[in-house]
Each structure stands twice: as structure tokens, then as C-alpha cells.
Nanobody, 116 residues
Framework: QVQLVESGGGLVQAGGSLRLSCAAS?????????MGWYRQAPGKQRELVAT???????NYEDSVKGRFTISRDNVHNTVALQMNSLKPEDTAVYYC?????????WGQGTQVTVSS
């Protein structure tokens, strides 16, 4: 099994920054896992924000390109999401995700609220 614990959410004004972190643990986890961040706003479906492969290749949802940066630390089994120039539409619960083949794991989520 894999456990994912997010931290770093909170309330920020538009234009501000937040950094989310996710710590992975469990006997099944390794640096071979891809990792990512998803978000779910009220009344909307969960959507991909960014992913990073085991080799470090990244992928971003169009609306966050140039504002968000995903990174990982394979020594400490963590993934981070640096969010700059935040907008009210970025308000959502952000979920950490880890995947390998058909195995997918989720964290419990952390709230990000951006005020206008």
C-alpha cells in the first residue's frame, strides 16, 4: 500500500503564492511511481493540475502553465506544487496522486482558497 499526506494549503489573496507538499510512504512505494496533483472545485469534477514522471518529465493543465511548477524529491519521497500568481478560479481541494501501471493512490486533499 501507499499512503499520501498533503500539506501546505490555506487562504491567500489573488496574485499570491502557495506551496503544496505531499509525502509518500508505504512498502509499495518507490521512485518508479509517477506523481501528480489534481484539484476539485465545488460542483465540478476532479481535474488534473500537473504530473511528474519517475524520470522527471512534467505535464501541466493549460490554465496553470507558467504559474505552477511541480517537482519531486526521490530521496525523501515527496512531491511539491509551487503555485504562483494564484487566481480565484484556482480555489479547490487539491489532491496528491501517485500511480504505477494500474495502481493509483490518492491523498485526502488540502484546501486552497484564493480570495479576490
Amino acid at each position: 500500500q501507499v499512503q499520501l499526506v498533503e500539506s501546505g494549503g490555506g487562504l491567500v489573496q489573488a496574485g499570491g503564492s502557495l506551496r503544496l507538499s505531499c509525502a509518500a510512504s508505504g512498502s509499495s512505494f518507490s521512485s518508479s511511481f509517477g506523481m501528480g496533483w489534481y484539484r476539485q472545485a465545488p460542483g465540478k469534477q476532479r481535474e488534473l493540475v500537473a504530473t511528474i514522471s519517475s524520470g522527471g518529465s512534467t505535464n501541466y493543465e493549460d490554465s496553470v502553465k507558467g504559474r505552477f511548477t511541480i517537482s519531486r524529491d526521490n530521496v525523501h519521497n515527496t512531491v511539491a506544487l509551487q503555485m504562483n500568481s494564484l487566481k480565484p478560479e484556482d480555489t479547490a481541494v487539491y489532491y496528491c496522486n501517485s500511480y504505477y501501471g494500474f495502481r493509483v493512490y490518492w491523498g485526502q486533499g488540502t484546501q486552497v482558497t484564493v480570495s479576490s
